[in-house]
């Protein structure tokens, strides 16, 4: 029998899988500390001119430089540790963008290493690269130290996420993987309003580094209780340990089967030949040599870039909810919730395509709203407007969720991670552009935002629906539609 037959009579989703999705996804707090922390650690404090005969001058604007600084807040970063003001404040916000060139590449690594020698090796080599970048780079006495050791932190965030996405999603059944894929992404936003909280409590961005680092060494010892995907087993052949697995998953399932119940098919002679002649690994120009493959990889790459240019644009107005900075970044991913919520009571009713295409057209049609709602127009103008954002907000934070759990069903087993990394490259990359629109004025932003959502949502409809179907194995399984995926 194939895996998914096989997963039907071991449970698509019991205690094993539970456990095992819980302890993965649960890194998403730490995960999100990580990729939301530098809103504080790289926070501009307030600061002034104390030397004699200086009378308010502002510090930037002085005919002579000022010797002796003084930052009167009370939180300490990057920038009053090293001085990033004036004609240095752009390098509070270049370790931003080296952070997130990290996170692409982290992807671009990550994706194909965990194809090729498995999630688990892959997921642990990345906890331990988080908990060394982070703590180390509460020790750094340079700027350049701090932004290298970002740069790196930031690819370990992109693989570790991507993997801990694949690990929690693909060994549940098709009915649970909504449910799965919903939770990784409530888990992250749960970890962004957190790290408000844990920033208003650590006010010095050295101890708010260790603290975001040291509780991944804990996760190492799960390393001998985590299991090796048993899904990714199977795709590479090595059908005895995954049925070993499936057997153990069986049990703490409380199904009373026999090994032999879940014995997977093994390949035939003339399977065997057509597999020698192909490659082993699967490069990322295979996904643009055949047509199916094709045109479902270019939907997702700019679907992904769409919803990443608009959920980074609308996350980074979040300060305008307050003139708490603490409050207004949770606020930022709390407000997530509902369209999570959303998701996990209709995606299995409507359907993948139907879903994210509804949530990316509604989070368009919202911004494009919010061109028609003049600035100072009063306090019912403003309500206006900060409704119509958080439904733009919500709308594609939905179709970000849809897009995920959407991608790693429409990817083969074979390519899944490297599929994905290819998505998440574009979504880094839009995430990167998002900035560059906002110094063209509002009406621009709205519109490009607008556009973007909608085109994407309108493009989703050419996409397959995949909603309580098998997984594909192969790219073969997609050209040849041997999964009955289309």
Request: aromatic share 10%; hydrophobic share 45%.
């Amino acid at each position: 029998m194939d895996f998914d037959s096989a997963l039907s009579k071991v449970g698509e989703f019991g205690l094993a899988q539970l456990l095992q999705s819980s302890l993965v996804t649960s890194l998403g707090i730490l995960l999100a500390f990580q990729q939301v922390n530098l809103a504080f650690v790289a926070k501009e404090p307030s600061f002034l001119c104390t030397d004699p005969n200086i009378q308010g001058e502002a510090v930037c604007h002085m005919e002579k430089s000022c010797e002796n600084i003084k930052f009167v807040d009370e939180f300490t970063s990057i920038v009053s540790e090293f001085k990033l003001i004036c004609g240095e404040n752009y390098k509070a916000s270049l370790v931003q963008s080296m952070y997130m060139i990290g996170v692409l590449f982290g992807g671009l690594i990550w994706g194909p290493q965990s194809d090729a020698i498995g999630r688990k090796k892959t997921l642990f080599a990345g906890i331990i690269l988080l908990a060394t970048t982070s703590i180390l780079s509460g020790t750094t006495q340079t700027y350049l130290q701090f932004a290298f050791l970002k740069f790196i932190n930031g690819a370990a965030v992109g693989g570790t996420g991507l993997v801990v996405f694949v690990y929690s999603t693909e060994n549940v059944g098709a009915s649970y993987r909504v449910l799965a894929g919903t939770m990784v992404q409530v888990v992250f936003a749960l970890g962004i309003a957190a790290c408000g909280g844990l920033a208003y409590l650590i006010r010095d961005w050295r101890q708010l580094s260790f603290a975001s680092g040291i509780p991944f060494i804990f996760y190492l010892s799960l390393y001998w209780i985590l299991p090796e995907s048993p899904r990714w087993l199977a795709s590479k052949g090595k059908l005895t340990q995954a049925e070993a697995l499936l057997f153990k998953m069986a049990l703490r399932n409380k199904k009373q089967i026999l090994r032999t119940d879940i014995a997977l098919a093994r390949p035939t002679k003339s399977s065997q030949k057509e597999k020698v002649s192909q490659p082993e690994s699967v490069g990322y120009a295979e996904f643009f040599r055949t047509p199916n493959i094709r045109r479902r990889m270019v939907i997702q790459i700019f679907t992904w870039f769409a919803c990443s240019v608009v959920y980074m644009g609308l996350t980074m107005g979040a300060g305008d909810i307050g003139s708490n900075a603490y409050i207004s970044l949770a606020l930022s991913g709390l407000v997530e919730l509902p369209a999570y919520v959303a998701c996990v009571l209709l995606l299995d009713v409507i359907g993948r395509r139907a879903m994210l295409s509804g949530c990316n057209i509604l989070g368009g049609l919202a911004c494009l709203l919010l061109i028609f709602i003049p600035d100072n127009a009063g306090s019912s103008a403003e309500m206006i407007q900060t409704a119509l954002a958080l439904i733009g907000k919500m709308g594609v934070s939905a179709g970000f969720n849809v897009i995920y759990i959407y991608s790693s069903e429409l990817a083969p087993t074979s390519a899944r991670s490297s599929a994905l990394a290819l998505c998440t490259m574009s979504a880094r990359i839009g995430g990167a552009i998002a900035p560059m629109v906002a110094p063209y004025g509002k009406l621009m932003m709205f519109r490009v935002f607008g556009l973007l959502a909608l085109s994407s949502g309108i493009s989703a409809f050419l996409l397959p629906e995949t909603l309580n179907q098998p997984l594909p194995d192969t790219i073969d399984d997609i050209e040849n539609d041997t999964k009955k995926t289309q």
